[in-house]
């Protein structure tokens, strides 16, 4: 594997680099890699088996990130479901919720349904969007609000200090 000339130098691999880099500055650098054309990200959202998810880091207070670290299903339900008509609304909720729960094997999440935990998002599909890009990554979503544990925690972005996650393992009980 060819090294960029900084690395050989400090002969580390470029995973150890980046993460020795996050770690001595507090989670303040990022990289972002284009690896997937406009293209294939409709090939692969259109496929009965992808799920939605991101990769992105995001801690509050960071200056940068990658825009969709916050956006990313804001910008799938805006304009993949709603302006470019790639999937049902079903079945993008479905990759988002459902899909990932039964993968991991969450058992009491991804569904509405009676003894499932009480994590809902309710969203306007008329306006849901992202507005974050690779200049200002941090432009706040819009359209949705985040029910977890029966407390309200998130409205289009603003967080109301509620903090009432878990960690959640496979196959380990979601619920209290």
């Not at 008509?85 to 969450?106: D, N, Q, V, W």
């Not at 819009?142 to 029966?150: A, F, H, L, M």
């Amino acid at each position: 594997m060819l090294l960029p000339h900084f690395l050989q130098k400090i002969s580390m691999e470029p995973f150890e680099a980046y993460l020795k880099l996050l770690i001595e500055n507090q989670l303040s650098a990022g990289y972002i890699g284009f690896s997937m054309s406009e293209s294939d990200v409709k090939t692969l959202m259109a496929d009965p088996l992808c799920m939605f998810g991101t990769d992105g880091l995001y801690v509050q207070g960071m200056p940068m990130t990658h825009p969709r670290a916050i956006g990313t299903f804001p910008r799938i339900l805006g304009r993949y479901v709603r302006e470019c008509r790639l999937i049902l609304l079903e079945e993008a909720i479905r990759k988002m919720t459902s899909l990932p729960a039964e993968f991991y094997g969450l058992k009491r999440k991804g569904r509405l349904c009676e003894g499932m935990d009480a994590d809902i998002v309710i969203m306007d599909s008329e306006c849901i969007m992202d507005h974050a890009d690779y200049k200002q990554p941090l432009l706040l979503n819009e359209g949705y609000r985040v029910i977890q544990d029966g407390k309200l925690v998130l409205a289009n972005d603003k967080a109301f200090g509620t903090r009432c996650g878990k960690i959640l393992r496979v196959n380990q009980k979601s619920g209290k």
